[in-house]
């Protein structure tokens, strides 16, 4: 039984991380929106079995980023311009009154780990650009549990509604987005929560707006 228990803690293990490695692959799309996930291929890729890949898949398909398809397998989750406009939407207002909160509570070692997410990409030309997706995902998710707000931190469809913004992969560039994440730290740092609200506001604001330009033009990412 101690044998059996065992395994399955590795198994479990073995899927977390796959499901952390696909993960970061569909948001740099490098799965594209469509694909099918071919389960052998893609169990020889990381040499782990079925088991531990199928649990991954489940985990992924959970946050809407695969879906299982009856008699025909997983595929990676089209992406819905529109959808991504409302989740944007959503974003915007739950994480403004978070910077706005996180602003009169926030640490200088809170400040610190803020800054270690992007210091390295400061001042670089090239960046990774999944390990950029991995580090601006963990930055907003941090606005929301900093905000000290009970309800936002507990408020479960809040980490559907913030994976959902990064299906588009980057919508912008690095360079454009990350002097706007440093502006949004230096407001928090400065416990100005008016500012920090707006600044966060006017980063999903811009990035609505390229979505609109692209649905104008019918373009899907």
Request: hydrophobic share 40%.
């Amino acid at each position: 039984t101690k044998n059996n228990f065992s395994m399955e803690i590795k198994h479990q293990d073995l899927s977390y991380q796959v499901y952390k490695q696909m993960k970061a692959m569909i948001l740099a799309k490098e799965f594209q929106p469509g694909e099918k996930l071919k389960q052998e291929q893609i169990a020889n890729m990381f040499g782990v079995s079925r088991m531990p890949l199928h649990k991954a898949f489940q985990m992924l398909e959970n946050e809407m980023l695969v879906e299982n398809l009856p008699r025909r397998g997983f595929y990676v989750t089209k992406i819905d311009n529109a959808q991504l406009i409302d989740a944007f939407e959503c974003r915007e207002a739950l994480e403004g009154v978070a910077a706005r909160r996180a602003a009169t509570t926030i640490s200088d070692e809170d400040i610190s780990y803020l800054k270690s997410l992007f210091k390295p990409f400061v001042g670089k030309k090239k960046m990774d650009i999944k390990k950029y997706i991995e580090a601006d995902q963990e930055f907003h998710n941090a606005i929301l549990k900093l905000s000290g707000n009970t309800v936002l931190r507990r408020f479960e469809i809040l980490s559907n509604i913030t994976l959902r913004t990064y299906r588009g992969g980057l919508i912008r560039q690095p360079e454009n987005t990350l002097p706007e994440h440093l502006g949004i730290i230096d407001a928090l740092a400065k416990a100005d929560g008016e500012f920090a609200e707006k600044l966060i506001r006017e980063h999903s604001k811009k990035t609505c707006k390229v979505l609109r330009e692209i649905l104008l033009t019918k373009t899907d990412f």
